[in-house]
């Protein structure tokens, strides 16, 4: 299950709640958790806004009292260049500031489950990875694990040892469903037992991935051909994305 942190800001309370209930079915079905914020104006929204990276996506009404929701978008885009805005109103005559702005999308009230899912179909697949989380329950503790810490994951029994750049986590959860959980591109299942998180590959050795830490992880022989052309493939990708 992985972790995402949502702000709604609307001043009307039963809009706000009617939104929430619509996010919440939406992460019901796709076994996500999502933590949400409710902020009545802008204003109250900014005074809360501390750091990027706070929220993962942010819906905002553009009627409010005070500091409009276009406004407000303009200040959080000058600190946060990667979060999502979401527009929600009832009014379309805000699309060239939203495009201004670089808003994700603009939903129109009154909408309906399905615009707010295709919405965050969307959203989702665009956050930057760095500030996706994968939540386990570890030693009784609710963790919070950031993406772009975990190195890799195998997995003895039904006891899961998350390896990091700072510890190990064990979780009693199978690796099927952290791959689900996961679902990104820089990770590969190189075997039934283990999954990589291929930018903490130093390079490959005859049937294994040798880590940034040393460690040799297996690699299916089974696989093996279609399994390093998915590492090539990969290693292109992140190339020229970098170019």
């Known amino acids: 299950m992985s972790n995402i942190s949502i702000a709604i800001c609307d001043d009307l309370a039963e809009e706000r709640q009617n939104l929430a209930k619509m996010v ?25 806004f501390s750091q ?3 929220f993962q996506l942010i819906f905002l009404d553009i009627y409010m009292p005070g ?18 805005i979401l527009f929600a109103t009832t009014s379309q005559d805000h699309g060239l500031e939203s495009f201004e702005i670089q808003a994700s999308d603009y939903l129109v009230k009154p909408f309906q489950q399905a615009e707010v899912d295709r919405a965050l179909d969307w959203c989702l ?47 009693r959860r199978c690796l099927d469903d952290l791959e689900e959980a996961i679902s990104s591109r820089d990770f590969l299942r190189c075997h039934r037992c283990a999954l990589i998180n291929m930018n903490y590959v130093q390079g490959m050795e005859g049937n294994d991935f040798r880590m940034s830490d040393d460690c040799l992880i297996p690699i299916s022989s089974a ?19 970098q170019a």
């Open 24 to 48: 919440r079915n939406y992460c019901g079905r796709y076994r996500l958790s999502p933590v949400l914020r409710m902020f009545s104006s802008g204003d109250e929204l900014l005074n809360t």
């Open 52 to 54: 990027p990276g706070q």
């Open 67 to 84: 500091c409009s929701g276009t406004d407000t978008a303009r200040r959080i885009r000058a600190m946060d260049r990667d979060v999502a």
């Open 125 to 171: 697949e665009h956050i930057p990875e760095p500030q996706r989380c994968l939540s386990v329950l570890s030693e009784g503790e609710r963790r919070e694990l950031p993406l772009s810490s975990i190195q890799y994951i195998d997995v003895y029994g039904h006891r899961a040892r998350i390896h990091t750049s700072r510890e190990v986590v064990v979780a």
């Open 223 to 241: 696989s093996l051909s279609q399994i390093r052309s998915q590492f090539i493939d990969w290693t292109y990708f992140k190339a020229w994305g």
